[in-house]
């Protein structure tokens, strides 16, 4: 816009001298021959040359600093283009840059994910191997358990003094008896899940089965123990006793006389599958009952 309005000024100014130029220059180029056919001619030949001399220097004079203008324009207008392209450039490496940009977000994004999914995957695995350390703790718990049972029924006060005692089982005149009736489910001597050999017969029984006293004899324990349920313990006297776990309910406590048969608990109600475990010890050993039984 600038540089157009100049080349208007300049082309209004220069007008009146274009045209005396023209005709000065058209007077100029007249052949001499002709000058001299003319009256008159060659006076004003020699005065149109003396005006145009004087003249031209005047006119350029006068649109020197209009040409001067022009000629900054002209620079300002080149200076303008390296500057416009020299901004589409930076565009362009913006653009480029913006772009990288996005891409290397996109791809700390996707790595974040898949270090996250990787966290919460050995999350899992740190939970399934602290699960698998709870359960061996908890079999060694319950191994503890057994050996801490076995240390407890054997620390027992012993039996009063018979006046003749004899290794034969209780009660002479009854055999000994199973606490209640069900599907075996481990022998005597055989070694469970958690490594522990047996000591007696564990029978699946139903819920709330009533459980009766094997042989007659004193309580000395009727009470929950750990995890084995209610445990009822039976004092035959002569160094026998027996031992019952798994109870849900006992009905007796600790100081009682039971008879054989007499009920002394019954199966828990609400376990899928009640389990009743029942242990003879002779002095601490355990005995095969099935070689006692009817």
């Known amino acids: 816009a600038l540089l157009a309005r100049q080349r208007a000024e300049l082309g209004e100014r220069q007008q009146p001298v274009a045209r005396l130029v023209a005709a000065l220059a058209s007077l100029a180029r007249r052949p001499a021959a002709a000058a001299i056919v003319q009256p ?29 203008d022009l000629a900054e324009t002209r620079k300002l207008r080149a200076d ?24 290397l977000r996109a791809s700390h994004a996707a790595a974040a994910l898949q270090y996250n999914r990787d966290a919460l995957i050995q999350s899992d695995r740190a939970i ?9 703790i908890d079999r060694m ?15 027992l006060p012993p039996p009063p003094a018979a006046p003749a005692a004899s290794p034969s089982p209780p009660a002479r005149t009854a055999a000994y ?8 489910v481990t022998g005597l001597g055989e070694v469970s899940e958690n490594g522990v050999r047996a000591r007696g017969l564990t029978l699946a029984v139903p819920r709330g089965a009533a459980v009766v006293a094997p042989a007659a004899g004193q309580v000395v324990f009727a009470r929950p123990f750990r995890r084995f349920g209610t ?9 026998w006793n027996t031992l019952v776990t798994g109870l849900g309910t006992a009905g007796v406590k ?25 242990e003879l010890r002779r002095r601490g050993q355990p005995v095969d009952i099935t070689a006692l039984l009817d």
Request: overall charge positive; glycine content about 10%.
């Open 231 to 239: 445990i009822v313990v039976i004092d035959h006297g002569a160094g």
């Open 141 to 155: 718990a319950a191994i503890g358990e057994t050996r801490a049972t076995l240390g407890t029924l054997a620390a």
């Open 254 to 278: 600790r100081g009682s006389n039971v008879a054989a048969g007499q009920a002394i608990g019954r199966a828990p109600r609400t376990a899928p599958t009640p389990q009743i475990t029942v």
């Open 40 to 68: 008159g001619s060659v006076s004003d030949l020699v005065h149109v040359r003396a005006v145009l001399g004087s003249t031209l220097p005047a006119v350029r004079r006068d649109t020197a600093a209009l040409r001067t």
């Open 80 to 103: 303008a283009t390296l500057a416009t392209a020299a901004l589409d450039q930076s565009r362009t490496a913006l653009l480029g840059e913006r772009q990288q940009l996005a891409a």
């Open 128 to 136: 399934a191997m602290g699960e698998e350390a709870r359960d061996i």
């Open 177 to 184: 008896r199973l606490p209640v009736a069900g599907t075996l």
